[in-house]
């Protein structure tokens, strides 16, 4: 890692980057942007900064062709073609415009492995991971199989409710909401895109028509929501255990000018009421049913997904409480965004966090928060009922004093309790009806809120995580994302997603008499027994 | 020495730790204490102090309260099965989620303190239509009705509590039974009981229990007032 620090009219700003990044990679996944309207060849000229001093690669030819003389000594270079060293401070005049949409760290994405060769007209396609709080987008050439360029940002529904209820409300009660709910993720979803093919290919306009597909997943909810439909349907519990069909009867809109004009829009059927299409995005992605027996998925998000494979069915389910591993519902909670403290260790007594980006901590996001917790339980601070030992206050208790966005009140530890009892209760009912055991797990793939920062020990302390060898888990980062780029990229497209949702069986918890007392078995911050001594398996 | 008892268990509670309470209980059961002094003297007065401080301890949350409401019933379960004659039954209640509602943890909290105090619960489960509850109260013999619902449309809903009222009404069962309901909506409007055609509400679980008690008292101090 090293440190770019960025002066700009807002102000100084730092962050940490890999090396061997360039400044636009590096600010690519900031709030920062630098102009640009070429995918990063140095053809466009746009993304001019001025190096202030540090280690930096050489002026590229691009750079020679773009730059002149005196701008050059003065200390001007192509932000695309400047790759870091060592430590870079660079000075940033003309920004890119203020935008939501910020492309995701390269490191969380799956490198793509084939193309569509025989594919002649619109070879270009999107993939859509369409989530409660944020929507991820992929541009891809289908044909050579190559990513274009990535963008997440806030789903816009949030303006009617953070949670999934409240926006099915909403669209219940009154159909103009319910046009206007699909209409907020529609044009969100244009803007990604629009955003990509001025960025990163540097025309908009005759791109958007080589768009030939759009393939989206989600929870079932949001892609409901984005039907325009089936709201009604998916408040009535009746309907949850089959498949809902979500997709929107009119497409005009995305089909409008200045919209997609070519674009077949896909979108496989979720696999049921509370089981979304991402879950069976995050299946393809893992390769969970090649694998062996015993294999869990926990894609972790405002609504929990979990699938269990045992050899011949997918038992799937999933489990609301998962917003505070998202960090909403806690004081100081955020999503895994820069600013974040994403994670923390003790060093002598002290708590040493680390934020995304590295710059002043503004929050936790959920691995953030595990390790806290782990932390101050592991130390006696905090008890296994929930309580602390004594009682911080209602500004909670800061894990760093000179920095009050560390606390963690009371009520955010009981909002965590709940959502890690949810879900180990539901990973261990799983295991109940396919008739394992925790010993019996070959593979854990934990998906979703978590990224790849998780630290295991910690969730296991805590009884977030069974603790099975660690070998046995996997993180993936944006698996339901990648599960939808490989849907794109293969001949089969929907039908894989078919395919695996043939193979599912779906389980209501809240129908389940056993699911309570396990939930509340796992409120406790406490490993999780894998040999219970009483009452049932696992 | 039951004071040693009643201290141990009652931290084993404060802590929530199912195990150690049951450590103390057995404990004191095998040093002779009686199942019912256990019930009586040790697990309903905790029962009792939990819910005169839900508004005191600030620093108490649901997590615990699930798990505190848990370990009282479970305890009184068991020392139930070991009393020499079955104790007196205070009311029962019928208990479940409004239709088309899934949200079923909310009485969990409920039914773990009525279980500790004597009240005999029945649990209905979730997404239970109007016409259910009402049968199920007649078959049982309750006094109380408690319905919970976590959504505005299922608080509201044409066969929620309203269908529940308007069943009493038409079979004149009013007299009978009191209906009482808890869940999210009613904390944001503390109005929508009333809406609704209930009796009673509650904030919380620990509350629920309290009132559902008050409730059955009035039915059956109406009843004895009858019997006169
Ligand atoms: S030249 Fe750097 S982005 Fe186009």
Request: charge should be negative.
């Amino acid at each position: 890692m090293t440190l770019l620090v960025v002066h700009s009219r807002l102000g100084k700003h730092r962050f940490e980057v890999a090396k061997g990044l360039s400044v636009r990679e590096a600010l690519d996944i900031t709030a920062l942007r630098v102009r640009a309207a070429c995918g990063g060849t140095g053809a466009c000229g746009a993304c001019v900064i001025h190096l202030v001093g540090g280690e930096v690669s050489a002026p590229t030819v691009a750079e020679y062709m773009k730059l002149g003389s005196d701008e050059r000594a003065a200390g001007a270079r192509l932000a695309c073609q400047v790759r870091l060293k060592g430590d870079t401070e660079i000075r940033l005049d003309r920004p890119a415009p203020p935008s939501p949409w910020k492309s995701i760290p390269l490191e969380n994405l799956k490198p793509l492995t084939h193309g569509l060769p025989e594919l002649r007209a619109h070879t270009l396609g999107v993939a859509i991971d369409l989530g409660t709080t944020q929507i991820r987008v992929s541009l891809l050439d289908r044909r050579s199989g190559r990513r274009i360029a990535t963008r997440r940002g806030p789903n816009p529904q949030g303006v009617f409710g953070a949670d999934i209820l409240n926006r099915l409300e909403a669209a219940r009660a009154n159909p103009a909401h319910a046009a206007e709910l699909a209409k907020l993720v529609r044009t969100a979803i244009l803007r990604a895109v629009r955003d990509i093919l001025a960025r990163d290919i540097g025309e908009v306009k005759a791109m958007l028509a080589e768009i030939g597909q759009v393939f989206i997943v989600g929870n079932t909810a949001m892609l409901a929501l984005l039907g325009g439909r089936g709201a009604d349907t998916l408040l009535d519990p009746a309907n949850w255990q089959g498949a809902i069909d979500c997709r929107p009867h009119d497409v005009t809109p995305w089909r409008a000018k200045g919209a997609l004009p070519c674009a077949e829009l896909v979108m496989p059927d979720p696999v049921a009421g509370f089981v979304g299409s991402d879950l069976v995005a995050d299946l393809l992605a893992t390769g969970l049913t090649e694998g062996p027996a015993g294999a869990l998925l926990l894609d972790i998000g405002t609504n929990t997904e979990i699938a269990l494979w045992d050899g011949a069915t997918l038992h799937v389910t999933s489990v609301a409480g998962g917003p505070a591993f998202e960090g909403s519902g806690i004081r100081h909670g955020m999503a895994a965004e820069p600013g974040a403290i994403d994670s923390v260790c003790s060093v002598e007594n002290h708590y040493r966090w680390r934020t995304i980006g590295g710059g002043a901590p503004q929050g936790f996001c959920g691995s953030g928060l595990v390790d806290a917790i782990a932390l101050l339980l592991a130390d006696g601070r905090l008890k296994p009922s929930g309580r602390f030992a004594s009682p911080p206050g209602p500004d909670g208790y800061p894990l760093d004093p000179n920095h009050p966005n560390t606390a963690i009140t009371g009520p955010d530890i009981d909002a965590f309790q709940r959502a890690k009892a949810a879900t180990a209760a539901a990973m261990s009912q799983l295991l109940i009806q396919a008739g394992m055991t925790w010993r019996e797990l070959r593979r854990l793939c934990v998906c979703g809120a978590f990224g790849r920062t998780l630290h295991l020990g910690h969730a296991q302390a805590i009884g977030l995580l069974p603790a099975v060898h660690p070998g046995l888990i996997e993180l993936h980062a944006e698996a339901a994302l990648a599960g939808c780029e490989q849907a794109l990229l293969s001949p089969g497209g929907v039908q894989c997603f078919d395919a695996l949702t043939a193979k599912t069986k779906t389980i209501n918890l809240s129908l389940l008499p056993g699911y309570e007392d396990r939930y509340i078995e796992h409120l406790r911050l406490r490993p999780i027994a894998l040999t219970p001594t009483t009452g049932q398996r696992p | 020495m039951l004071d040693r008892f009643i201290k141990a268990y009652n931290e084993a509670v404060f802590e929530t730790d199912k195990e150690a309470a049951f450590t103390a209980v057995n404990t004191a059961l095998a040093e002779g204490i009686p199942p019912e002094d256990i019930v009586f003297k040790i697990v309903i007065p905790a029962v009792e102090e939990m819910m005169s401080n839900i508004t005191k301890d600030p620093d108490a949350n649901l997590a615990q309260h699930f798990m505190t409401a848990q370990i009282a019933a479970e305890v009184t379960e068991k020392m139930l099965e070991k009393f020499e004659h079955p104790p007196e039954i205070i009311g029962r209640v019928v208990i479940g989620t409004a239709h088309g509602d899934l949200h079923s943890l909310g009485k969990r909290i409920v039914m773990g303190c009525l279980k500790a105090l004597m009240v005999e619960a029945t649990d209905l489960g979730v997404n239970v239509p109007a016409e259910k509850f009402v049968d199920e109260a007649i078959a049982r013999d309750a006094q109380v009705i408690a319905m919970s619902a976590m959504m505005v449309h299922t608080a509201t809903g044409e066969d929620g509590a309203c269908k529940v009222r308007q069943i009493l009404k038409e079979r004149g069962l009013e007299q009978r039974f009191k209906l009482i309901v808890g869940g999210a909506p009613y904390r944001y409007d503390t109005e929508l009981y009333q809406a609704v055609g209930a009796d009673s509400w509650a904030p919380d679980g620990v509350n629920a229990a309290r009132a559902i008690i008050n409730l059955i008292q009035q039915v059956k101090h109406r009843d004895s007032a009858q019997d006169i």
